[in-house]
């Protein structure tokens, strides 16, 4: 059984950085696409940025483009989200995601983490 345990959310002020982290057990990690994905209550699951198994493919949502990295540690089965000049628009419960398909779409997506809020404040 896979499992994916996000962490490294929490409360800051506009302009903050934050790093999430997201560490995978249980599958083979170097096998999986990983991708980051943001909800707020009452609104859809957005997609914020996916990572290909080799860590040389990486795509963002235009949202956070410029100020969001994604990368991943093969060999301690972590993928992260490096967060800068955070907005309060980027406030959600942040959840990481494992699959087979390099998707922006919630439904090709196998696995998810319980997810991580994150807040920023104006």
């Known amino acids: 059984q896979v499992q994916l345990v996000e962490s490294g959310g929490g409360l800051v002020q506009a302009g903050d950085s934050l790093r999430l982290s997201c560490a995978v057990s249980?599958?083979?990690?170097?096998?999986?696409?990983l991708g980051w994905f943001r909800q707020v209550p009452g609104k859809e699951g957005e997609f914020v940025s996916i990572i290909t198994w080799s860590g040389d493919g990486t795509y963002y949502a235009d949202s956070v483009k410029g100020r969001f990295t994604i990368s991943r540690d093969n060999a301690k089965n972590t993928v992260f989200l490096q967060m800068n000049s955070l907005k309060p628009e980027d406030t959600a419960v942040y959840y990481c995601a494992a699959g087979r398909k390099y998707s922006v779409y919630r439904q090709t997506y196998d696995y998810w983490g319980q997810g991580t809020q994150v807040t920023v404040s104006s």
């Open positions: 249980g599958g083979t990690f170097s096998s999986y696409v």
